[in-house]
């Protein structure tokens, strides 16, 4: 059964390369959708949008996700990630909260909305501790704070920042990781592949040149990617754990997620299981009458 799937995108990355490849090798027809030149009205779908099937959200800015899913929901288009899980990832606090909810092991995490409370939450964990922004990825703008020297320094820098997203301290206790964490990517909660990230650095992120080497997930590691995945909704994610003495902790769930790095790690053709998803999904969803949002 020939597709038509629509692929949102802010840049081609190897990772949508490698989906795309898939997808015309299978002969699906594919809409290459720009979010950068894309306009979305807010009654109708665009003609371009109303024959698709699926649409994979691929965009690399949070705030484009955010909306794009929403209109495609809005327009009775199946829409991978859905918009709740897109919202949910997207935000460290509520990622957390739903691993809590779920009653999903993940670090102990304080939330604070000035900087003399944040320094309260970071004196209640001790040093170290980890201080993260609330939107971001790669690891970027994560800091270990040390000493109440760094913390002052680091909490003065943040509140001059403009953007609101930086009133908000998330506040985390270190984990004492053996020198590396694990990323398990994952559809609608059944593991894939998984690989191991370590590096001397304590952000043990592939984009911030970390070494990877194939992870296969154990019974434990298994159930709590379902149970991760299903707390925040479901679908195609990265969930990431770390090692510790008590077991594994899950400290995020990515939706974006990116696997190029994984695919090179692994003998698993990730773009092929990723795709067979794609197609079982598209075929469910055409068998249940969306409800269109009003």
């Known amino acids: 059964m020939t597709l038509q799937i629509g692929i949102l995108y802010s840049r081609i990355r190897k990772d949508e390369k490698l989906l795309l490849n ?33 649409v994979v959200d691929r965009c690399l800015a949070t705030s484009r996700s955010l909306y794009a899913t929403q209109f495609f929901e809005a327009y009775g288009i199946p829409v991978v990630n859905s918009h709740e899980t897109a919202d949910i990832c997207a935000d460290k606090v509520k990622n957390s909260l739903a691993l809590e909810k779920a009653g999903v092991p993940t670090p102990a995490t304080k939330v604070a909305f000035t900087k003399e409370t944040a320094m309260e939450a970071i004196e209640q964990f001790g040093y170290p501790c980890v201080l993260k922004p609330v939107v971001g990825s ?7 704070i040390d000493s109440p020297d760094a913390a002052e320094a680091i909490l003065e820098h943040k509140a001059t920042l403009g953007h609101y997203e930086h009133k908000v301290f998330y506040v985390q206790e270190f984990v004492d990781k053996p020198g590396r964490d694990i990323r398990v990517l994952a559809t609608d909660g059944e593991p894939i592949a998984g690989m191991v990230r370590s590096s001397d650095h304590w952000i043990t992120n592939a984009a911030k040149g970390a070494e ?40 995020e769930v990515n939706h974006t997620v990116e696997f190029k790095a994984l695919d090179g790690a692994v003998d698993t053709d990730i773009a092929g299981t990723v795709v067979d998803w794609l197609e079982t999904k598209a075929a469910s969803a055409a068998d249940e009458p969306l409800e269109v949002s009003a």
């Open 138 to 144: 790669w690891g970027r703008l994560m800091a270990k």
């Open 212 to 251: 990877t080497n194939v992870f296969e997930p154990d019974a434990e590691a298994k159930e709590l990617v379902k149970k991760a995945s299903d707390a925040v909704g479901g679908g195609l994610l990265g969930i990431d754990l770390m090692e510790t003495d008590e077991g594994y902790t899950v400290h």
């Open 22 to 54: 898939e997808l015309r090798e299978r002969d699906h027809e594919i809409e290459k959708i720009d979010v950068r030149k894309q306009t979305f009205d807010i009654s109708e779908a665009a003609e371009a949008f109303q024959d698709l099937d699926i």
